[in-house]
């Protein structure tokens, strides 16, 4: 999958059902940590992309460093995030403005989970359950066409959720109500 933005989708969606449990912003810096890996290798021009990082080993020790790293990180970006008063919508999107221990956490490891088993389906190149197994069960399971159409309409599904619960409770309530109350 390119970089990071098709995870998002799933991301969206499990935020919708979630709401404060989750951080979205753990949740995506996350996909950006694993996928430094394969960044580097491609600079590098090296035939195997996934490594360690893409294994579902090395995506918890990525989660635990993009908590130990990303939720100060993420913390100071919302602390400077102040949406104008006029906006209720950006507002409640903000909502509290603390990413809690337990949302960063679970941001973090839906991140890196999701996207080792999203890129499981679609990369030759995985071994997601290594070191105990050089096997790929998830390779192909779906089309690569229909993992991405999956990852849009999760998204899509999750953005639309996501408006209607601010429609329908948190357009006169506030941020208390938002389900961003832990982003």
Not at 15 to 30: D, E, I, N, T, Y
Not at 92 to 103: C, D, E
Not at 124 to 150: C, K, Q, T, Y
Not at 157 to 163: E, I, K, Q, R, T
Request: proline letters at 7%.
């Amino acid at each position: 999958m390119p970089f990071t933005p098709f995870h998002m989708g799933p991301g969206l969606a499990l935020k919708a059902v979630a709401g404060r449990h989750v951080s979205l912003m753990l949740f995506g810096f996350s996909q950006v940590m694993i996928d430094l890996e394969p960044a580097i290798r491609i600079l590098r021009n090296d035939p195997f992309l996934h490594g360690f990082t893409h294994t579902y080993l090395g995506a918890t020790l990525v989660a635990l460093v993009s908590v130990a790293l990303g939720r100060p990180i993420c913390q100071r970006l919302l602390d400077h995030w102040k949406p104008d008063s006029d906006s209720r919508f950006l507002s409640w999107l903000r909502g509290s403005g603390r990413i809690s221990w337990t949302a960063a956490l679970w941001g973090a490891f839906l991140g890196t989970f999701t996207h080792v088993s999203l890129d499981s389906i679609m990369h030759f190149d995985m071994e997601p359950l290594a070191p105990i197994s050089s096997a790929n069960p998830l390779l192909r399971v779906v089309s690569i066409g229909w993992l991405h159409v999956f990852c849009v309409a999760s998204g899509l599904v999750g953005a639309v959720v996501l408006v209607s619960l601010f429609w329908l409770r948190g357009k006169s309530s506030g941020p208390a109500e938002s389900p961003w109350h832990q982003n």
